[in-house]
């Protein structure tokens, strides 16, 4: 897995546009400046790591739901 990469490279990397990358950055992927000129970087490693976190936290958010619907059901 490669160090630091540009947004437009980590955009490839993970199969997604560059927006999407931007968009992850606003909602907590961590980013590094990483030349003279403020270069955006990213770490694959980050991103795995928020994608999984991501994921999580859909997945608690569907048992929330389920739990609420299978208690309204009884009702």
Not at 18 to 36: D, E, S
Request: proline share 5%; with cysteine; hydrophobic share 40%.
């Amino acid at each position: 897995m490669p160090g630091y990469m540009p947004l437009r490279e980590a955009a490839q990397w993970a199969g997604v546009s560059l927006k999407t990358i931007r968009n992850w950055i606003k909602n907590g992927l961590p980013q590094y400046r990483g030349t003279a000129r403020g270069k955006v970087l990213v770490r694959p490693a980050d991103i795995d790591i928020f994608l999984v976190k991501e994921n999580a936290s859909q997945i608690h958010l569907d048992q929330i739901v389920d739990d609420v619907m299978c208690g309204l059901s009884r009702n």
